[in-house]
């Protein structure tokens, strides 16, 4: 099997999450040049934006970089015209089946990632020439669906025969290690990535993340069909209540309006949509992008020799020897 | 740090989950037999329906075993007293705060080891006293939090001294290396069990939890704060519509009335409460309680030889070399 480093062109295993409005080019190139995989999100931009954001990307770093394509978006062709023309290295997509688009962009030379999860979308997605997958855990920040990362990638590990890259509750070598024995071969990071230093995102997010704790994120949207993880805050509360009185859908987005931007931008803590995945908890400072990647599969590297340790003290794995 | 077999006195790191109805002398006693901590689950039962289980199983097996209490249940002071009568060797607490137990179990030289699916209540089960905490994931079977086992156990791991346990998630090799990964010492592990050969539930729950695939669970009584993770049936769905329609807690407590005994004693697929983990879509085949132990380790060992082998081929964990 191919392996994911030569799928991506990086030499670190690693894709950064897709975050709209967060991940620009400053964060996509730091994280290109810090040796994994930096991706610009497009969904809810123009094609001019995109374009725009390609060539900073390319004047910032000469390392292999990705676009993410927010199925859903209205313009999602118009914007796979302009990953086509410029040729931009990998794609990795989010929001449904990306079968029709795959021929297309591989006609041009572009490696296919699709973000799914469950089983069955891993299937089609292989079958329609996806490279790669990315199995994202309901833990993650942001869209997310049901099953968890320990669940899913095993299953979709079992499914298919393209590798599995898995998101959702890594961000240290303990979480990089885990998903190596349950059968990934790489690892997406969103949430970690939020603190980066070169991440644009408003100091008030950032401080969002860094105060995180184990219950600090809630699933918003459940009742729409469309679950969101976010930090639970007052926005992120009012959002509950309404649906929890089964408020019109109408009335729940009127609310949602501009809170996105309020987030992102103005870092506000009370009335942002301020998405994290649960692992918020761990992620304590706040880093380059390229400290964070080679100290994470540092770890991951000590960790698995520490376990082995354990094992061969004979308290662990295979039991106490007795 | 004393190590968890030391903690359970058994082979292998292992404890079978409670099951409420499920998890009896017959379970409990092949578990333990296989060399790991095979438990009874006490909740909904009387006190000497109880004794008589802590006997029987004490017929059946020579080796350690232990008693799961649920602490909302009425009878938990009555149940506590058969224990310590009994002086079981391990107790397991589920749906609460144990603290002002502990003491007791402990004179009597009993093991407490509290399943928990927050930060704080490891911390607070710790400073009572407790041996070991189990942490559970929101992937588990039956009562849930709402953090996965990939987020949840190296925030635990990070805020306790004493040995975590990892729960929600774990049917084979791959889960129990991933386990040990994020800081485990041992795990939980109660869906397999489910279909183990000494288990008594009805043939019609074992093949819903075989044929179960990664999206057949679903968490039904989140609305009223109390979440079940169960097969998505006929059931599972009239119950999450009542939800929706945010009926009375009474009416959905109706429709469940006798739902658990439909699913373990008569199999019902339909109408039955079938708790399952998020993990089922991976158990296949009905197999003795010893031979999933052992399958399990052995496969996790495998597993871990097997990374590193990918390791050392530059391909994953540290890059791939370039």
């Known amino acids: 099997m191919i392996n994911v480093c030569e799928i991506l062109g990086t030499r670190y295993p690693i894709i950064q999450g897709a975050m709209a409005r967060i991940a620009e080019c400053n964060l996509a190139a730091a994280v290109s040049n810090g040796g994994g995989l930096g991706i610009i999100a497009s969904g809810g931009e123009s094609a001019d934006w995109l374009r725009q954001q390609i060539q900073k990307t390319r004047e910032m770093t000469d390392q292999p970089f990705g676009v993410n394509l927010m199925l859903l978006a209205p313009n999602v062709e118009e914007l796979i015209e302009v990953i086509c023309e410029e040729r931009v290295p990998v794609v990795t997509t989010g929001a449904g089946n990306p079968g029709k688009y795959i021929a297309k962009m591989k006609e041009h030379g572009i490696k296919v990632v699709p973000v799914v999860a469950n089983v069955a979308l891993a299937m089609r997605v292989e079958r329609a020439g996806a490279d790669a997958v990315v199995a994202e855990g309901t833990e993650a920040g942001g869209h997310i669906g049901e099953t968890t990362t320990m669940a899913l990638v095993p299953q979709i590990a079992d499914a298919v025969k393209i590798p599995v890259i898995a998101a959702g509750g890594i961000a240290d070598g303990r979480g990089v290690a885990a998903a190596y024995m349950l059968g990934a071969k790489g690892i997406q990071v969103g949430t970690r990535f939020l603190v980066a230093k070169e991440c644009i995102v408003a100091q008030g997010y950032k401080d969002a993340i860094l105060k995180a704790k184990d219950s600090s994120t809630v699933a918003t949207g ?6 969101v993880r976010v930090i639970k805050n007052k926005l992120a509360r009012e959002i509950l209540s309404l649906e929890k009185k089964n408020e019109d859908v109408e009335k729940i987005n009127e609310l949602c309006t501009g809170t996105l931007a309020a987030a992102v931008r ?14 918020a908890g761990l992620v304590k400072k706040e880093q380059s992008a390229a400290e964070i990647i080679q100290e994470m599969f540092k770890e991951a590297e000590e960790i698995y020799e520490d376990r082995n340790h354990i094992c061969r003290a004979g308290s662990s794995i295979s039991g106490n020897g007795k």
């Open 222 to 227: 459940r009742s729409t069909g469309h679950p």
């Open 266 to 279: 103005d870092g506000d803590a009370d009335h942002g949509n301020i998405m994290s995945g649960q692992i």
